[in-house]
């Protein structure tokens, strides 16, 4: 990924290949780093390098074990549940003598009923204004 702006002259500057130039030039400021992030002495030595410092951060954060109460002990002592059956749930139906019209319209409901198809007019069956 290139960084690449344009200066207020019009020339194009790859910021990118620029800090990749200067990597190993001291930055300004009071930190005592330079563009990679090592630590330097005064004479501009690299006395710890980032690479370094990073491994040793993760050693660190890897080796913390974390803070966890112990697990209760488990034990293989179950007992026996005997599982007794639910019995079924009896309904209670009661049966309801219907009248002699309701048996012939209940009948008629359960009969299929199929609509006609709907028929095509005709010329003749068109009316004219």
Do not use: C, W
């Not at 890897?62 to 009896?90: H, K, T, Y």
């Not at 209670?92 to 198809?117: F, G, M, Q, R, W």
């Amino acid at each position: 990924m290139s960084n690449k702006h344009r200066s207020a002259q019009g020339k194009i500057v790859d910021m990118s290949v620029l800090a990749k130039m200067h990597e190993k030039t001291r930055a300004v400021g009071n930190m005592n780093i330079n563009a990679r992030g090592d630590i330097l002495n005064n004479r501009n030595e690299v006395i710890n390098d980032t690479t370094n410092r990073v491994k040793s951060q993760y050693r660190n954060i890897v080796n913390q074990q974390p803070v966890r109460p112990p697990a209760p002990p488990v034990s293989n002592n179950f007992q026996q549940v005997s599982a007794d059956p639910v019995p079924p749930v009896q309904e209670i139906v009661e049966e309801e003598t219907l009248s002699t019209a309701e048996l012939e319209l209940e009948k008629e409901l359960n009969e299929e009923i199929i609509p006609e198809k709907p028929k095509k007019a005709s010329k003749d069956d068109k009316t004219s204004v």
